[in-house]
């Protein structure tokens, strides 16, 4: 664990998640790839037109198109959401972000850039939640099989911390995946911020 003793740490845990590429075409959505903002209430929705983005949501997606990258997120395959158009929004679901294994073929995967835009975005939003509580959540598909979700709760900025357990699920680390499952739903720490993001 990566120690600075001059930072808070930020808990996380993680849980098993939806088969995202089944419970997609069930819904009769595009099946997300590599990074996509899922709807909050993706595992548990009736359909397409009950998604609930979290309300920061809309700046994401603009923030990562800026910077090159793309949303697959779920929409209906029948009647794309265009790029600027408003998310039926909701500030008590999750802001969750999907990470694709196809990112695995990418030489630069994404993940700290992504997750990166998604701390300044709601740091910056004034009309955002308090950013020392955010919930977050970042669905990771697993190479081979099934998806896990890690569930943040705490400062905004440390969101970036949540890169290394991502790439540690697509880079079979043992022993780091071992003490994820071990820790159940208990408190895993990472340190925050810059710090974090100077030695993923």
């Known amino acids: 664990m990566i120690q600075n003793e001059h930072l808070d740490c930020v808990p996380w845990h993680v849980a098993e998640?939806?088969?995202?590429?089944?419970?997609?075409?069930?819904?009769?959505?595009?099946?997300?790839t590599r990074v996509a903002l899922l709807p909050g209430?993706?595992?548990?929705?009736?359909?397409?037109?009950?998604?609930?983005?979290?309300k920061v949501a809309p700046q994401v997606r603009t923030a990562w198109r800026s910077s090159g990258l793309v949303d697959t997120g779920p929409y209906r395959m029948s009647s794309p959401i265009p790029a600027d158009a408003p998310d039926s929004s909701d500030e008590m679901v999750h802001l969750t972000v999907f990470f694709g294994a196809d990112l695995l073929s990418v030489p630069d995967r994404p993940v700290l850039h992504a997750l990166g835009i998604v701390a300044s975005v709601l740091l910056d939003d004034?009309?955002?939640?308090?950013?020392?509580?955010?919930?977050?959540?970042?669905?990771?598909?697993?190479?081979?099989s099934g998806y896990a979700?890690?569930?943040?709760?705490?400062?905004?900025?440390?969101?970036?911390?949540?890169?290394?357990?991502?790439?540690?699920?697509?880079?079979?680390?043992?022993?780091?995946?071992?003490?994820?499952?071990?820790?159940?739903?208990?408190?895993?720490?990472?340190?925050?911020?810059?710090?974090?993001?100077?030695?993923?």
């Not at 209430?41 to 979290?54: I, R, S, V, W």
């Not at 020392?132 to 990771?140: K, L, S």
């Open 126 to 144: 004034p009309g955002s939640e308090n950013a020392r509580e955010t919930r977050f959540n970042a669905v990771v598909e697993r190479p081979g």
């Open 41 to 54: 209430n993706f595992a548990t929705a009736a359909g397409p037109a009950d998604f609930l983005f979290h």
């Open 17 to 32: 998640y939806v088969d995202v590429a089944a419970r997609a075409r069930e819904l009769g959505c595009r099946v997300p």
């Open 149 to 200: 979700s890690f569930e943040y709760q705490g400062d905004a900025c440390g969101i970036v911390a949540l890169a290394k357990p991502v790439r540690a699920i697509w880079e079979g680390d043992t022993q780091r995946r071992q003490a994820v499952a071990f820790m159940g739903v208990s408190s895993f720490t990472w340190p925050l911020c810059n710090a974090v993001a100077r030695k993923i």
